[in-house]
Each structure stands twice: as structure tokens, then as C-alpha cells.
């Protein structure tokens, strides 16, 4: 009797540590399809991002284009036109003129994917003023007037271009439009003598990231999300906002990961804090496991940069 007990009881355990095996294995080989997948989409989200903005920046250099801004630029408008019909992953090209602020971009609606043209120098009051466009990037009706005066020189992707000097990625920002987030490709345009002239930036926005995220079916309780080596959220695919008003702050606020409403998201960035002692110190791609409140966790950190940063 206890030899059948005793017998019973090994197979038991082990079928039970093989299933486990089994889950783990199929865990693990899960989140590193679904990383590289992610990794993937990032290098096609930001690489066009970097080509768009320096072909521009170069086409101002040998006078295809120029940066001044104070009426219709025609020919400008169609070049815009052109690159954004051939970069679909773009949401703004902008030109940022030195002189007075004077703006000249080109947007893809979302809601229908319509390229728009839009202005703001001293012909329109400095009102973003937006312009639909026919099939050979002409500008046709005005479709509307942004509220307010719009200066080039106050954006972010403007000063931190001038600020560094050379091309960047900026810092995460709200667009102008309520509930838009943007990182920008950006340089500053100088001419011969060292004279700044402007700026040139193609904005990614960031829902597009977000969007794809949130479609990657990863499992009922996995998420994925990307952060800033500070820990500031960028994306995730649970589409919480990584910005944040604080009471009593008219300015948005960035959104630290630790910080998130997301229960999955915020317990694996508190054990990544804690087990790397900050989030400066992941140097590599690698896979970990661990237990919260009897719940196992599996994560893989996958760090990202390029030659901008």
C-alpha cells in the first residue's frame, strides 16, 4: 500500500513540475516573440523620422526650399506634401523660421488621413490657420483658425534643437492640440556664416505607438509598455496617458511608471527599479521571474536607442 502511495505521489509531482516547465517555457517564449515584434515597429516607427527630417534639412541647405515663411511658399508646400504621402508613419513636418516665429507644416488628420497645410506668419495674424489639399499638394479651402497666436520659436522642438545644436530627438511634449503627445526629429538651420535660420522637425506621434501596443495580443494579463531611462512613461499598451494634470498646476506633468494606474505595469516597473537599482543600469536584453503576493511575473526588458539617443 504505501509503495502504490508513495509511487502515485512521484508522478503526481512530477507531471506537476513538467506542466509548470511547460508554462514557463511557453511564457517565456511569448514575451521574447512579442519583444522582438516590438522592437521592429519602433526602428519602422523612428528611422523615416530621422531620413524625412535630415532630407528637409538638406533641400533648405542647397536652396530647394527656405525659411522664409512671411507668405505662401508654394513650392514648399508641395515638397511637404510629397514626403508625407511617402512616409506614412509621420504625423507633422514643420519649418520654424528665426526671424519672427513664422510657421510652415504640414499634418496628417488621423481621422481620415488627409494632408493638411498649415501656415502662421504675419499674413495670418500668427493664427495656425489650416488648409485642405488636392491631389498634387495644392492648398484648397481653409478648413480652420487654431485660436490664439502661434510662435515657432516657444515649441519644443524648436528651443531644444537651438539649445543643442546639432540634430535630436526632443523630449516628449503635448502637441498644441489638446490630447496630443509627439517626440520630434529636430535641427536647428544654419546658413554659411553660422546664422541660425530656424528649425526643421518631423513629429512621430506618439498614439500611433500606443495604438500598436494595445493591439499586440499578448495574453489576458500581460502588458507592454516603454519608459525613459528616468522612468517616465512614453507608451503602453494599456493607452494610459503618460501625462498627467496635478491640482493646483496648470501644466501637464509627465507620468512616472511607478506612478501607473496600471496594477501589471506599475508592480513589474517597481521589481525592474528595485532589482536593477534604477532604470539606468539595464544595459541588455534579458528575461526575468518573480512572485508578488502569490502571483508569478514574467518579464523581458529590452533596452532601445539609436545613433540620436
Known sequence: MLQIVAAVGIVGYLSFRNGDKAVEELAEKL????????????????????????????????G?????????????????????????????????????????????????????IVAANKSTNFQSIYYATDGRGTRTAKLKAE???????????????????????????PGFTSGTVFIAASQPIRDRNGKLLGVSAVDFSLSGLEQYLHRIKLSKTGQIFAIERSGLLVASSSQESPFRKISGNPQLQRLNVLDSKTPVIRTAAKYLYEHFGGFGDIKQRQQLKFSRHGQEYFVEVLPFSDSYG
Open 31 to 62: 514575451i521574447a516573440e512579442t519583444g522582438k515584434r516590438v522592437e521592429e515597429k519602433l526602428i519602422s516607427f523612428l528611422e523615416p523620422t530621422q531620413w524625412v527630417n535630415k532630407l528637409n534639412a538638406e533641400a533648405i541647405e542647397r
Open 64 to 116: 530647394e526650399l527656405n525659411l522664409q515663411l512671411e507668405k505662401p511658399q508654394p513650392r514648399g508646400d508641395k515638397f511637404l506634401w510629397q514626403q508625407m504621402r511617402s512616409f506614412k508613419s509621420i504625423q507633422w513636418i514643420s519649418f520654424g523660421a528665426a526671424k519672427s516665429g513664422e510657421y510652415l507644416g504640414i499634418w496628417r488628420n488621423p481621422t481620415d488621413n488627409s494632408l493638411q
Open 147 to 173: 485660436p490664439g497666436t502661434y510662435d515657432a520659436r516657444l515649441r519644443p522642438w524648436y528651443k531644444e534643437a537651438v539649445a543643442a545644436n546639432k540634430p535630436i530627438w526632443t523630449s516628449i511634449y
